[in-house]
């Protein structure tokens, strides 16, 4: 491939990660160019389209329409719901498309082999969008500990404070908060993190338990003669979960973001507030059609002995994700902003800033948005697929990891991961 052209993408589905990955192509104009977008709902497709100045013949409705056009790019991007990738990623591949797909790739392990064969067959590129293993402060990390400077490691604890009104939003009022319409919440939210873990320990997952469920956000938790929706209920003055104090400060700040926009696409007070009265964004927490747990642990014991543990808190102060590990040299302290490295022998700390995640695009997930959609360019425009960290049959461990720990919570028992891969 001629490493000098511009590599050129469709995107599937143009919703929050969509329109992202949209935006940052803007950011490298020498080595991509949206080429043309499929989504159904016309303010996000109309949108791109316009942004990316798009020929009407490349705007479609739905990606089934320009799968049957002959192949007119390098790649697709697939971020279409949960639910929604299996398809579309097996035909564009088998037409010979590369692939950047938005985690998880699929809710069963099936389908997640399924995409993988395909992709493998057919000689795609297919990367999956874990974009945690390319941000900065995670490469850092990575350097310092294959600099020795804390020895062998031991053990990891991590965690991923998912934010009061964050979980509220998506996985109790929101898309993701019924398994059979999406997957379940550790999938879903926290493949991120299992994936993370595996990469910073840099060795094979052995065995793996689970505990968690949907303890709090539950019918019987409704107060005394609270009313099934925000705008009719005497406690939501007093609630930390109201949704009229989140949409509508966010619309009186003029904040628009994936989670205004998933609410309402013409940002006013008036549709801020029909869309509480009528939509699902406006319901009690406490009597919503949820089933997904609101709080998990994962633990997990890698070859060599070495142990981590995971927690995703629900119910929590939105923040950082916070990571220990301990080594047997030295322990490092992280939150994707600073690390905190401690020397036994020395009995020193040192401080290593990194520059803070804000709303600026290209620092999206600690910068982990940008350098994966730029690794996946790079890797067509060389050839060259050893620049993707997150290749398929990697992000296929992965997503085995995910399904064992949901396996041993539902079977309350130690799942062995070998239970889940196929005989070599």
Request: hydrophobic share 35%; charged share 30%; net charge neutral.
């Amino acid at each position: 491939m001629n490493k000098g052209r511009k590599i050129s993408l469709i995107i599937l589905g143009a919703g929050g990660r969509g329109t992202i990955y949209a935006n940052l192509v803007k950011t490298m104009p020498e080595k991509a160019e949206v080429a043309a977008v499929a989504e159904p709902r016309t303010f996000f497709r109309e949108r791109i389209a316009r942004e990316h100045n798009l020929k009407p013949g490349n705007v479609f409705k739905d990606w089934q329409e320009a799968v049957k056009r002959p192949k007119f790019a390098d790649a697709v991007v697939i971020t279409t719901q949960d639910r929604m990738h299996l398809e579309p990623a097996v035909a564009f591949a088998e037409l010979g498309y590369n692939i950047l797909i938005e985690k998880p790739l699929a809710p069963d392990a099936e389908s997640c082999r399924k995409i993988v064969e395909t992709a493998r067959k057919n000689h795609v590129i297919l990367s999956a969008c874990h974009v945690m293993r390319y941000a900065k402060y995670t490469q850092i990390l990575r350097n310092l500990i294959r600099s020795g400077s804390i020895g062998q490691i031991i053990s990891i604890e991590h965690l991923e404070p998912v934010g009061h009104w964050r979980f509220a939003h998506s996985y109790v009022r929101g898309n993701w908060n019924r398994e059979a319409e999406s997957s379940s919440v550790l999938l879903a939210k926290s493949i991120h993190d299992l994936d993370w873990i595996a990469y910073i320990m840099d060795r094979r997952c052995n065995l793996i338990s689970s505990f968690g469920s949907r303890m709090f956000f539950r019918r019987e938790n409704m107060p005394e003669g609270a009313a099934l929706r925000c705008l009719d209920c005497k406690y939501e003055p007093v609630c930390p979960y109201s949704a009229p104090r989140f949409y509508l400060d966010r619309c009186r700040r003029k904040q628009i973001d994936n989670y205004i926009e998933s609410v309402v696409s013409t940002l006013t007070e008036e549709n801020i507030l029909d869309a509480m009265r009528n939509g699902p964004y406006g319901r009690c927490v406490y009597a919503c059609d949820n089933d997904v747990a609101d709080h998990q642990v994962v633990s997990m014991e890698f070859e060599g002995g070495a142990t981590a543990v995971f927690t995703l808190a629900g119910c929590s102060k939105y923040g950082d994700r916070r990571t220990t590990l301990f080594g047997s040299a030295g322990e490092i302290r992280c939150d994707g902003r600073k690390i905190e490295l401690y020397s036994y022998l020395r009995d020193r700390t040192s401080e290593i800033d990194i520059e803070p995640e804000n709303s600026n695009l290209e620092t999206h997930h600690g910068g982990g948005d940008k350098v994966c959609l730029e690794s996946f360019v790079d890797a067509l425009r060389e050839n060259d697929p050893s620049k993707i960290v997150s290749d398929a049959e990697v992000s296929l461990e992965t997503h085995r990891m995910v399904f064992a720990a949901e396996l041993s919570r539902l079977e309350k028992r130690t799942v062995r991961m070998d239970e889940l891969r196929s005989p070599s």
